[in-house]
């Protein structure tokens, strides 16, 4: 990023922090040896934050990122929307190996708890997609002046 021709250069610090969130949302790779450095900081408690002046903040986009990308919100409101999909994901094939082991023993098990476990994660997403459109917006009332 550093060496992309922007019309109008973006303040260093600026892009480093943006960088760093994106790492932190795993929508990056971490620069060659920056995951060393942050256990290294994390080990004498963050003294040396200061530091990364003039180095290299992130890496490629992960496979992740590639996906956040592809929303048109920031990407902290599109890693919460991919979050809540990979944990309904991970609901349904839980219920699905359940399902199997059920029907192998062919026992009835606890359904109540399944059904519960199963409108959770199905009801989840749509609160969050409306979740991550509220907070896109600079402000939910309209301005009429």
Not at 31 to 59: F, I, L, N, T
């Amino acid at each position: 990023m550093a060496g992309f021709p922007f019309p109008t250069a973006p303040d260093p610090d600026l892009l480093r922090s943006a960088m760093r969130c994106l790492c932190a949302l795993s929508a990056l790779e971490p620069a060659p040896g920056q995951q060393q450095q942050q256990q290294q900081q994390q080990q004498q408690g963050g003294q040396q934050g200061q530091q990364q002046e003039g180095r290299e903040v992130g890496g490629r986009l992960t496979p992740l990122g590639e996906v956040m990308a592809g929303f048109p919100i920031s990407p902290r409101h599109s890693r919460m929307v991919l979050e809540v999909v990979t944990w309904q994901r991970q609901q349904e094939q839980e219920q699905e190996q359940e399902q199997e082991v059920r029907a192998a023993a062919g026992g009835a098990g606890k359904r109540g708890k399944e059904r519960r476990r199963r409108g959770a994660a199905a009801q989840a997403l749509p609160y969050a997609l409306a979740l991550a459109a509220a907070l896109s917006l600079e402000s939910p009332f309209m301005n009429i002046d």
